[in-house]
């Protein structure tokens, strides 16, 4: 069947308490059976839109509806009732702790049945047929006791349970570990071919999704539609252009255009030929030739254990982080990472072992909300440049310049929880530094940023790094760890598993499956290379491609 | 750990049933002011919960260890301030004297804040709590709304403990190390606000992931999970009166029992 | 002819049920039963005793009061004149239900078989016992009846039915979020019962039921946070009565009855915030509600935990603490409300509304 599945016209929406529309003047069709991918910076309106094709706004959520339509499979959303919306366009959400409401998988799945009145004969069928579609058949535990992926996956069920003739997904890997991003993935992979449906992709990890994308939309940081096209179009004759509008760009197809060409390679695969086709003979790796410096934190043995828990936290962890360094934590969850960080951050004394410190360090956690003491911006500012003893002049101009430098200058006097996710991290951040630390640990640094954000993030790091401060990022984020990382430290069960550079860790394929972490698409593409031709170095990330490039 | 049918009997019961009787036993219980009757129910309501019910007999004592201390609170106030009959005195420390019949109603009452209590976790801890929501729903007409917005807010007991805990050593590692008392007060205090609006911003979401699957519209409602009430639980409904109504005859026959006699005074 | 919704039948017939239980057995002596009217009159003829006589004809004055009021709110076409009417109904039979309450209260002078009231610490001369039976001629006094139960319970339906009595059309409509807020708040505070149950079993093991109603507080604030937040009618009521359910629900040895007295309580907030018309929330409001949900609570908890066999100067502090508690309830709440609404998570709801300023 073609034609549209849904369209919206002219659409101009703003939400409560906002004096700018998260939408505007949207025009766009997603097409019967077609698999679109929506990108757009942080704020772009990409959730709002979701919850309009769901019916969710107008029915449930209260928005100022200022001018345009939306219609979806015929009907005018505004007319239509929730009941029927909801059955027609399921939606998927990033969070799974607050996408599921009930104890069991079962009660889950059949939560949207009984809500359409589904008869209860036909519903024992029906979420049979959604746990196989999502792999979860034979999975008997409660949810409280499921993993991440496994609850975006029976969240996945919940929707597919509901036939929904389109599907929404709304950033459902954002805020998974590795191997909870893998699962839902190749279960979102098995549900592509089928092309009843249709399928609407927020998400930014591109490399996974570029294989079934059919069309691209880009929503710009003020809610317009900046660009409509296929992959090709995208990301090939418009990268310059999304890229301005700081929207992801598939890590693979940068490569490709580091080696000069209009490629766009789908999988690692197709990466291997490019490179093997087109790296310049004779260009290494460059290895970074810094001088070993003198330790600013040390662990030795260093174990943990919470109060109450059967088995420590952490066990015999020795390390050191120099000065100039960026380590970077990885592991599960549950592996301890945090604990660790904590630990030698001085906030958890260790139960066992010692940490030295020769210096100042400072914690930055992941939600920022869990560190906010005062009621303002400002505040939050003058509260650790106090602390430090500073006289009350100096405390002004050093937040004065703390604001600008954060580029909060604006929000001085607003509540920080009112803030962006962005500008709150930034906030956080920013306040750590107040404290004029040796050691800075941030904890998931880049979540839930986009693009944009996150570039100035690392680059804020990496001018930290180069002042001779060492950077400890625990993060999930195997970008980061490929392009930024000095040193990798993956953590397995409480114990140290790996210790070194990032290059080593990626190489090997068992040390990467115990520890559940992935390897990028770009380490994957060398390696391929590599097989094929030897004298391709194995490169982990684009920084290193362009440091060796640029030879 | 294989249990025998019989050591299910309550626990397999419908919850709304359970629930029910449990509150008018507790409704009757309000009105016994003796001290055995309420041992006597306590005796029947760990029965019904440990042997018949699947509980463990140290989770049952640890959860009404609580209550018990509650219940030497009692004892103790009603001791020394109950008002004495003349020449009841059993001992006198300074100016405060404890009188026998005061010692005797405190005892009661505190049993029977404890009987109370027993019974209520013999109902509910021996039930699922999905299970208890919806045959509330099915059975005693509560508003869909509520029973699910309750069973969707259930999950997150657990994670408010570790959430403020995490809030707490954000808070500190910021900087915030409270010496007095005061300072502790105010900083326990200013973890709170995080909790709630992190509370309420869950809230918003999880309503409108509930909305997403039709659940304000939904006019006529299915359910998936059956809860019938059998006959078997109206008898086991039936039973357990007939044992509160023995205890009380028991207690009117054996001469110790007290209820309250209508009178607001002592 | 005016509508007749369920609330406003239950008011009508809450009302009715007052005047009529002030026909049967009031009051037993040794040497005769007395109903309402019977013993009003019986007093007048024994020359009156200042104004105990009157205060029991105002009864079935304040009942009919109240009834007239309520016919004459659901037929007001106008929607303020409905409420100001409606609030007026309520009103006579909160009063009513104190007359009803001090005639019991004053029965308080009547001892029971082993322990002896000694009246020297507090004297009425509204004495039932004492003073009446004397100018009667009565005999022993041997307890109160029925009646005067049922005339409270009927006046107390009165006010429900008439709190719940709002016509249809300003009806509000309730949305899932509002459950689903009212219910996570109410695990919060479950979960803040179960930390402040350690340091609250001490207190209560020590200083009983003194220390008990410190704690009180923070019972109540869930109630009047819930009110405070959604600013709508049944707020407070639901948020209450949630908290309790979660603590049935997560296993606390509190029983269901537990639910009871969450609901006391509520009504007490309700009844402050149906009288301001769910308009007004500044300090003065939420500390009243606070306290009248301290205040509406008593009576059951009279019973409950066995208030009734303390020496009434212990009762008076007692009492005095609880309403403390009920004020600093009040404070708590909305210091809490605009504390969050301050994050901007309340965007979506009534007190989020009322401070959103544009951002």
Redesign the interface.
Same mark, same amino acid.
């Not at chain 1, 029915?59 to 209260?62: C, G, K, L, P, T």
């Given at each position: 069947m073609t034609g549209a599945f849904a369209e919206i016209a002219g659409l101009t929406l703003r939400h409560? %308490?906002?004096?700018a529309p998260a939408l505007r003047d949207l025009s766009l069709r997603w097409e019967r059976g077609e698999r679109l991918l929506l990108l757009g910076p942080s704020g772009s309106g990409k959730s709002t839109l979701a919850?309009l094709l *769901?019916g969710?706004i107008p /029915? $449930?959520? &209260?928005a100022h509806w200022e001018s345009g339509s939306v219609t979806v499979d015929g009907t005018e959303t505004r007319a239509a009732?929730? $009941?029927s919306l !909801? !059955?027609t366009v %399921?939606?998927v @959400?990033q *969070?799974p &702790?607050?996408? +599921?409401?009930?104890?069991?998988i079962? *009660?889950e799945i #059949? @939560?949207?049945? &009984?809500?359409?009145?589904?008869?209860?004969a036909a519903?024992a069928a029906r979420?049979a047929a959604a746990r196989a579609e999502t792999g979860l058949d034979g999975v008997d535990l409660p949810? #409280?006791r499921l993993s991440g992926g496994t609850k975006q996956r029976v969240a996945l069920a919940?929707?597919l349970a509901?036939r929904p003739a389109g599907l929404i997904l709304d950033e459902p890997t954002a805020n998974l570990d590795p191997a909870g991003t893998r699962e839902v993935l190749h279960a979102v992979a098995r549900l592509v071919g089928d092309r009843e449906r249709s399928l609407l992709l927020i998400e930014h990890r591109l490399d996974d999704v570029l294989p079934f994308t059919d069309r691209v939309a880009v929503l710009d940081g003020d809610g317009r539609l900046a660009f409509s096209g296929t992959p090709r179009e995208a990301f090939v004759d418009h990268m310059a252009r999304l890229e301005a509008l700081g929207v992801w760009i598939p890590q693979l197809r940068r490569l490709a255009a580091l080696l000069g060409t209009d490629a766009l390679p789908r999988d690692a695969a197709e990466a291997a030929e490019l490179i093997v086709a087109g790296w310049p003979a004779g260009t290494m790796g460059t290895v970074d030739a810094r001088a070993a410096a003198a330790p600013v934190v040390r662990a030795d043995a260093v174990g943990y254990r919470y109060p109450g828990a059967l088995r420590p936290a952490l066990d015999g962890v020795s390390l050191h982080m120099a000065r100039g360094e960026l380590v970077a934590i990885v592991g599960a969850n549950g592996a301890g990472k945090s604990t660790l960080g904590?630990v030698l $951050?001085g906030? +958890?004394p260790p139960t066992a072992g010692t940490v030295h410190r020769d210096g100042q360090v400072a914690?930055v @956690?992941q939600y920022p909300? /869990?560190? @906010?003491?005062s009621?303002t911006v400002a505040g939050e500012l003058r509260?650790?440049l106090r602390?430090r003893g500073l006289g009350a002049d100096e405390v002004e101009r050093a937040t004065e310049s703390l604001l600008d430098r954060a580029g909060l200058r604006a929000l001085g006097e607003?509540?920080p929880?009112?803030l962006s996710h962005g500008q709150k991290r930034r906030l956080s951040v920013t306040?750590a530094l107040a #404290?004029d630390p040796d050691v800075l640990v941030l904890d998931e640094p880049t979540f839930g940023q986009d693009e944009h954000n996150t570039e100035l993030l690392l680059a804020t790091l990496e001018e930290l790094r180069s002042d001779g401060r060492a950077i400890v990022a625990i993060t999930h984020d195997q970008g980061l760890v490929a392009d930024h990382a000095t040193r990798v430290v993956a953590l397995d069960g409480g114990t140290v598993a790996f210790d070194g550079p990032p290059g080593e860790l990626f190489a090997s394929d068992e040390l990467l499956a115990r520890c559940s972490l992935r390897r990028p698409p770009i380490a994957e593409a060398f390696r391929l290379a590599h097989a094929r031709r030897p004298d391709v170095p194995s490169l982990v990330g684009l920084a290193a491609v362009r440091a060796a490039l640029r030879q | 750990m294989r249990r025998s049918r019989l050591s299910l009997l309550v626990a397999r019961r419908d919850p709304a049933v359970k629930l029910g009787v449990a509150l008018l036993l507790s409704l009757v219980l309000v009105l016994v002011i003796d001290p055995v009757t309420p041992l006597l129910f306590i005796a029947a309501a760990s029965i019904a919960a440990v042997a018949l019910g699947g509980l463990s007999a140290g989770a049952f004592a640890r959860t009404l260890l609580p209550l018990a201390v509650v219940a030497l609170g009692f004892v103790w106030t009603n001791a020394v301030f109950a008002v004495p009959a003349p020449d009841d005195t059993v001992w006198r420390v300074g100016p405060f004297a404890a009188s026998a019949s005061g010692l005797r109603f405190g005892v009661g009452i505190g049993l029977r804040g404890l009987a109370i209590g027993a019974v209520s976790l013999a109902a509910v801890r021996t039930s699922d709590p999905t299970r208890l929501v919806v045959s509330l729903i099915r059975n005693a007409r509560l508003s869909y709304r509520i029973g699910y917005a309750v069973l969707a807010a259930y999950r997150f007991f657990p994670i408010v403990g570790e959430e403020y805990a995490r809030i707490r050593l954000a808070q500190r590692v910021r900087g915030v190390r409270p010496t007095s008392v005061r300072a502790r007060a105010a900083a326990a205090v200013g973890g709170i606000v995080p909790l709630f609006a992190d509370a309420t911003r869950r809230a918003t979401r999880i309503a409108v992931a509930m909305d997403a699957r039709g659940f304000a519209s939904a006019r006529e409602r299915t359910y998936w999970r059956a809860t019938p009430v059998t006959a078997g639980d109206w008898l086991f409904a039936l039973s357990c009166l007939l044992v509160a109504a023995a205890i009380l005859g028991a207690g009117l026959a054996g001469g110790w029992l007290r209820l309250w006699n209508g009178r607001f005074s002592a | 002819m005016p509508r007749l919704t369920m609330p406003r039948a239950v008011a009508l017939g809450g009302a009715l049920l007052a005047i009529v239980a002030f026909f049967l057995p009031w009051v037993q002596y040794a040497n005769a039963t007395y109903s309402g009217a019977s013993l009003a009159s019986a007093v007048t003829g024994a020359g009156g005793l200042r104004g105990f006589d009157t205060s029991l004809y105002a009864i079935p004055v304040i009942a009919l009061v109240s009834i007239v009021l309520a016919l004459f709110a659901a037929r007001a076409k106008a929607p303020e004149s409905e409420a100001r009417l409606r609030i007026l109904a309520i009103a006579a039979s909160i009063a009513g239900l104190a007359v009803a309450l001090l005639f019991l209260g004053s029965a308080v002078l009547g001892g029971a078989p082993d322990i002896v009231f000694s009246p020297g610490r507090i004297t009425t001369d509204l004495a039932v016992t004492t003073a009446v039976a004397k100018a009667l001629n009565a005999g022993a006094y041997v307890g109160v009846g029925f009646g005067v139960y049922l005339t409270i319970l009927g006046f107390l339906a009165a006010a429900v039915g008439g709190l719940l009595g709002r016509p249809a059309e300003t009806a509000v409509v309730w949305r899932t979020q509002d459950f689903v807020l009212l219910a996570i708040l109410a695990i919060v505070f479950g979960a803040i019962y179960w930390a402040w149950l350690a340091p609250y079993i001490w207190i209560e093991g020590v200083a009983a039921q003194p220390g008990a109603e410190l704690f009180f507080a923070v019972w109540f604030t869930s109630g009047l946070l819930g009110g405070y937040i959604l600013r709508r009618p049944g707020a407070a009521f639901l948020a209450e009565t949630l908290t309790a359910a979660a603590e049935v629900l997560i296993g606390a040895p509190a029983g269901p009855v537990l639910l009871i007295t969450g609901m006391m309580e509520a009504l007490g907030a309700e009844l402050v915030f149906a009288v301001t018309g769910y308009k007004r929330w500044g300090w003065g409001t939420m500390i009243i509600a606070g306290i009248a949900a301290a205040i509406v609570a008593i009576p059951w908890n009279w019973f409950r935990l066995g208030y009734f066999a303390l020496d009434p100067t212990l009762l008076i502090a007692l009492l005095g603490v609880r309403v403390i508690a009920g004020a600093a309830a009040g404070v708590a709440a909305k210091l809490l409300g605009d504390a969050i609404a301050a994050t901007g998570s309340l965007n979506a709801y009534a007190l989020g509304r009322e401070r959103v300023r544009e951002v």
């Open positions: 409560i %308490g906002r004096r919850l *769901d969710v /029915h $449930a959520v &209260e009732g929730l $009941a !909801s !059955s %399921g939606v @959400f *969070d &702790e607050t996408q +599921l409401v009930m104890l069991e079962d *009660d #059949a @939560f949207g049945l &009984e809500n359409h009145a589904v008869p209860r519903m979420i949810i #409280a919940a929707i509901l904590l $951050a906030a +958890l914690y @956690f909300e /869990h560190q @906010f003491v009621r509260v650790t602390a607003a509540n929880f009112t306040t #404290a | - | -």
